[in-house]
């Protein structure tokens, strides 16, 4: 998320003028992904600001743009050259960072300027390129159990529970009906919240990085079944 004009409105200036000379030819920064990069820059000037609407600081969105920027350059690639505009790969993120935190998408779209549909194939694109560069595994591994189990008794003020190696929590994610077609049991999906949902469970470590995770099972199943399953 390094700025790369160093707030230089000049710059973005030129770019600008240079995006109203070529707008619509393959392969030229467009007037809308200039609008993009100074919208997510005034974000990025308000810190306090910034982690309420991303649910996360700076630094830490830094460093996960640093290990999916390569993936989301690769897939901004052909959108450029086909139509001549893009969504610049760190709007990519930032918007599924907030639709990811409770934000509409509809928010999105108005805030960057960009479709619906561009939305959310940027959206999926993001989720894509975090799953491939940063699988979730739960290391059997003797070291790094004890590792994780350190880390939790670490932040007990007395050292009652030892050999700690996750914590575990569930939550029901709100789906559409399934067909038949997509499952043979769909009302297994209904809940007693009164809604279909798939029941979700996952394991943490001390500092609450995701360590295991589990959404095969229906939204009616009980919740120490989807643990064993």
């Known amino acids: 998320f390094e700025d790369d004009d160093d707030g230089n409105d000049e710059f973005d200036d030129i770019l600008l003028l240079g995006?109203?000379?070529?707008?619509?030819?393959?392969?030229?920064?467009?007037?809308?992904?200039?609008?993009?990069?100074?919208?997510?820059d005034t974000l990025m000037g308000n810190m306090r600001q910034f982690e309420l609407?991303?649910?996360?600081?700076?630094?830490?969105?830094?460093?996960?743009?640093?290990?999916?920027?390569?993936?989301?350059?690769?897939?901004?690639g052909p959108a450029i050259r086909s139509c001549g505009s893009g969504i610049d790969?760190?709007?990519?993120?930032?918007?599924?960072?907030?639709?990811m935190s409770g934000g509409s998408y509809l928010?999105?779209?108005?805030?960057?300027?960009?479709?619906?549909?561009?939305?959310?194939e940027a959206l999926w694109a993001t989720l894509h390129s975090i799953v491939a560069e940063m699988?979730?595994?739960?290391?059997?591994?003797?070291?790094d159990l004890e590792e994780i189990a350190c880390g939790f008794l670490a932040r007990q003020r007395k050292p009652i529970f030892r050999g700690v190696c996750g914590a575990v929590d569930g939550i029901l994610i709100k789906v559409h009906c399934p067909t038949p077609a997509e499952?043979?049991?769909?009302?297994?999906?209904?809940?007693?919240?009164?809604y279909y949902a798939l029941n979700v469970q996952?394991?943490?470590?001390?500092?609450?990085r995701f360590l295991f995770l589990s959404m095969d099972c229906p939204g009616s199943v009980h919740d120490s079944t989807t643990f064993q399953a």
């Open 19 to 40: 995006a109203r000379l070529f707008r619509g030819t393959p392969g030229h920064i467009t007037a809308s992904y200039i609008r993009q990069r100074r919208t997510l």
């Open 53 to 76: 609407s991303f649910h996360m600081n700076l630094e830490s969105m830094q460093a996960l743009y640093a290990v999916v920027a390569d993936r989301l350059h690769r897939d901004e």
């Open 89 to 99: 790969p760190r709007v990519k993120l930032a918007m599924a960072l907030q639709w």
């Open 107 to 120: 928010d999105q779209t108005m805030l960057f300027g960009v479709s619906r549909e561009a939305f959310f």
């Open 135 to 143: 699988p979730i595994t739960f290391s059997f591994c003797r070291a």
């Open 183 to 194: 499952y043979p049991k769909p009302a297994q999906f209904y809940t007693s919240k009164q």
């Open 202 to 208: 996952v394991v943490v470590d001390a500092k609450r």
